[in-house]
DNA sequence: TCACTTACTTTCCAATAGGAAACCAGTTTC
DNA sequence: GAAACTGGTTTCCTATTGGAAAGTAAGTGA
């Protein structure tokens, strides 16, 4: 008689899978985060101000990356009526609620930093 | 004078982003958060065990991607001296602390589908 | 008329991700 | 001796990702 998987052949362990594998694919791709975390710290922002804040993005992936966010209904867009015409992107609810999130993804990282530093420095660097 | 950025160009965002990039970096990939959260309610697992568990994944990702995680310190890799040699994979301290923000992943995911499947009820769909 | 702004879109290309299948080496069981 | 188990590695192939650069359309100002 084979193995049988056991620990994740269960309701409860299926749930958390299908929930990281929409979140993962819901912000799959190098942009998404931080666009969402440029939104959500300066509020409605404008395409070509989206383009100023974040550092080495394209406009074909800034506009790829927007409409995919817009279709998941983690912010939304609105065309003003101005001279050239302008767009302003902002935070949905939904967006919002992935600030817990993005914030325990922040403290692992500055975390996992720390641990690299302190054992490079175990060599005796000042510090 | 053309606009400049300065939401993302102070130290504090600048930390953010970094972490951000690392933690997404390290969990790249299809397959890694799903491994590790085997690994995680599991405690210590074969190859073959993981193989077993993770529905879907063949041999070389499976590899690949415990040989990442391992070099990133997040599970350790142990060669047991038993009949056909078995190998046992365990979690870390650092991989560990990873699960607050795979708890906040799995609220976040949970949640969407909520909001997903009461908006797409309206139209009188049973349960 | 020319140049510059807005917000994209299109095209073309290179690099990476990931899957299927075969293979490998050592050990045990039938 | 053949088959099956262990934990992988190797090869070959396709699909997706993402970047650079140019183009588009409409409006403004000199």
Same mark, same amino acid.
């Given at each position: 008689?084979?193995?049988?998987?056991?620990?994740?052949?269960?309701?409860?362990?299926? /749930?958390?899978?299908?929930?990281?594998?929409?979140?993962?694919?819901?912000?799959?791709?190098?942009?998404?985060?931080?666009?969402?975390?440029?939104?959500?710290?300066?509020?409605?922002?404008?395409?070509?101000?989206?383009?100023?804040?974040?550092?080495?993005?394209?406009?074909?992936?800034?506009?790829?990356?927007?409409?995919?966010?817009?279709?998941?209904?983690?912010?939304?867009?609105?065309?003003?009526?101005?001279?050239?015409? /302008?767009?302003?992107?902002?935070?949905?609810?939904?967006?919002?609620?992935?600030?817990?999130?993005?914030?325990?993804?922040?403290?692992?990282?500055?975390?996992?930093?720390?641990?690299?530093?302190?054992?490079?420095? /175990?060599?005796?660097?000042?510090?």
């Amino acid at each position: 008689m084979k193995k049988q998987p056991q620990l994740n052949n269960n309701q409860i362990c299926q /749930t958390r899978l299908n929930a990281i594998r929409d979140a993962m694919e819901i912000l799959s791709g190098k942009w998404k985060l931080n666009i969402l975390g440029t939104i959500i710290v300066g509020g409605k922002m404008r395409f070509m101000d989206l383009q100023r804040e974040i550092h080495g993005i394209g406009s074909k992936m800034l506009a790829k990356e927007l409409q995919d966010m817009e279709v998941n209904q983690l912010l939304t867009r609105t065309v003003l009526d101005t001279k050239p015409v /302008t767009v302003e992107y902002e935070i949905s609810e939904y967006g919002k609620a992935l600030a817990p999130m993005i914030d325990e993804m922040v403290k692992w990282g500055i975390g996992y930093r720390d641990l690299l530093s302190r054992k490079s420095t /175990t060599k005796g660097q000042f510090s």
